[in-house]
């Protein structure tokens, strides 16, 4: 299973953009990156996932390099409200695709 | 549309004792999971189901036991309990294991202590 390495917190101001790095050297040609949240100890909510190209949807973008081994999500306007841990997951391969979570990356929006 | 519905939010539980949390969705997906997360840490997933009548284990299974009998339903049952199993629960489904609409939803968890 593709493994992924994530800072352990970051910080950002509000009304700025999130750019949350990913690293997943070894992912394989058809492994999806997938991004999640989860706020405060509520259930982890999906953000987007994405193979090859860039993807935007109303909640953030996803940039993938050219070699995919690396990836960044992108919240363009933070506000207080996305203060949560972030994990980026590769989806296993021969283990019916279980997201394997991570520590994630702790993001806190200040004022 | 409930979607992962998780009942009890919370439950205390005393050394030996038995409890199933229950897990049900109403989205027709086929894949089903089980995780926990301890203070501080990530999910790990402890069972999970690729569709009714089919079940597997995943990182963390000794103490739990799993059944699907429906698509809608995805029982935990815990039959022993110990502390070491104090814990929040949270289970999820999706349509497919990765690509296009495989997004997880996951419900809002279960509280477990036990004492």
């Known amino acids: 299973d593709a493994k992924t390495t994530q800072p352990t917190s970051m910080d950002c101001a509000e009304g700025r953009a999130a750019n949350l790095p990913c690293n997943h050297s070894?992912?394989?040609?058809?492994?999806?990156v997938y991004w999640y949240r989860q706020i405060h100890s509520q259930g982890p909510q999906y953000i987007i996932h994405?193979?090859?190209n860039n993807e935007t949807n109303e909640m953030a973008s996803l940039i993938i390099t050219e070699d995919r081994k690396s990836s960044t999500l992108i919240l363009p306007h933070a506000t207080l409200r996305d203060t949560a841990v972030y994990y980026c997951?590769?989806?296993?391969?021969?283990?019916?695709?279980?997201?394997?979570f991570g520590k994630g990356t702790k993001l806190s929006v200040k004022p | 549309n409930a979607g992962v519905t998780q009942t009890p939010k919370f439950r205390i539980l005393k050394i030996g004792q038995s409890m199933t949390l229950q897990c049900t969705q109403d989205?027709?997906?086929?894949?089903m999971y089980w995780y926990r997360q301890d203070p501080g840490m990530g999910l790990k997933l402890i069972y999970y189901?690729?569709?009714?009548?089919?079940?597997d284990k995943g990182e963390v299974p000794n103490g739990y036991n799993v059944s699907r009998s429906t698509t809608e339903d995805f029982p935990l049952r815990l039959e022993l309990a110990a502390p070491s199993q104090t814990s929040v629960y949270f289970c999820?489904?999706?349509?497919?294991?990765?690509?296009?609409?495989?997004?997880?939803?996951f419900g809002q968890g279960t509280r477990l202590t036990v004492v």
């Open positions: 989205m027709n997906h086929n894949y």
């Open positions: 999820a489904s999706s349509r497919g294991p990765q690509g296009p609409n495989t997004e997880a939803f």
């Open positions: 994405g193979l090859k």
């Open positions: 070894t992912i394989s040609g058809n492994e999806y």
């Open positions: 997951i590769v989806r296993a391969r021969g283990s019916q695709g279980n997201l394997i």
């Open positions: 189901s690729v569709g009714a009548g089919i079940t």
